[in-house]
């Protein structure tokens, strides 16, 4: 799948890094929007779904 090669990566991060979002707030997302930017550029839809996990 296109999601699982662009920006399953993406996700997988955002998963795993729970802690540093607890911790450091506004630099993990500010780097989950430039990664966002990054995905927009090659998939729209990853930037949708990176968009929900930002938003929960």
Do not use: C, H
Request: glycine content about 6%; hydrophobic content about 40%.
């Amino acid at each position: 799948m296109f999601l699982t090669t662009k920006g399953g990566w993406a996700i997988n991060i955002a998963r795993s890094s729970e802690a540093m979002y607890k911790e450091y707030p506004f630099l993990y997302r500010s780097i989950l929007s430039k990664v966002g930017l990054l995905i927009q550029s090659y998939d729209w839809q990853s930037k949708r779904r990176l968009n929900f996990w930002l938003s929960n």
